[in-house]
DNA sequence: TGTTTCAGTTGCAAAAGACAACCAGTTGCG
DNA sequence: CGCAACTGGTTGTCTTTTGCAACTGAAACA
């Protein structure tokens, strides 16, 4: 009965698992983002991340079997192989920013030279943002996890409490001890 | 003179691989997300990712060592050990969520049944969002890198042309090449 | 007191990554 | 044309990381 605990993993899938499968992989997103800055042939991305060929073919081919890179011989020479970035690939700014801007933060100071900046005013992006239905910012403390079927539902009772641990103000409540619960009555 | 790329690489130096030393690392998101979902102990995290004992073991320790959890004896059982968030870990919460929205939005279709909303209308969040400084949401198509020096400098002057491949509208501009005629001249 | 739980550690097999060498199509050049 | 150089790989070997199972030591439990 080593399966009992699946049924219970489940409940909390989400979509991180799926992005993980590709971009969680060593490198991804170091091609990624040498994509985002303008690398489109093997060599370059090679001399660029300082990776080893076999890997570098093994991601390259990864990215492009899950469509966030596009393989296509290069017009102008033809020994060339261009990849570029698909709309898919282009979605994953968002998540390569936050993780940039993340380890800007707390990482040891680097003047990120290239600063990159809104093209209108030429100013340095703002930090990426959770943002509500109807565009607030939220931090971790606006958050909180509900079942499907009570979304929009304002609940006034009280939050299932933990049995041995209380939860911090922001975390996200253990919805899933309180969907055990459902389903075991 | 193999080091000649150094130079190169160090130029689009960011926050990327200081945040990856951590959590590129596998099963680091995904015990980042168990942790935001309350589990605090360790056989928790063991029966909730389904991973190894050793290597859990070592996650967390990295991920103490880096100060996105905290290591706490638990006073109501002096066996357990309590893993937290710490204000670090707790802002690695945009990345995890566009990571988890990319994933929910191009993999197999998944019913992400505990669904993130805001506390107050209780309705499910927006996507993670790159904002400007002063709040616009912005596309991929409306940044662009520029030199520290040039901040704020409204340019209309050409901009530096790829020798070989054109700039998809949208991709970042490469600077490197600018940079590196700047820095040869 | 013996048993169970918790949080690990240790040893071993398997998978993934790094490094170097080799290879098949171009391409540029005399 | 003939040949060296370049590009984008592949193959083989070694090292590191991961997965699995068994074991440990301290605390709780009965």
Redesign the pocket.
Known sequence: M?DLREPLRELIECGLPQALEVMG???SFMILRASFNGV???????SEL????????????KLVEHDILK?E??P????????RLTPKGFDLLPAMLSLRQWGQKYGVEVEENPVIVDEIDRLPIGPVSILSHDGRTLTHEDLCMVNREDLGKRVDGTVAEDNCCKREPGEFPRLIDGVELKRAG
């Open positions: 080593k992989e060593r490198w489109h042939h093997f060599e370059e991305f090679l300082g990776i080893a060929r076999n890997i570098l073919s093994n991601r390259l081919a393989r011989p290069c102008d020479d033809r020994r060339k192989v261009e990849y």
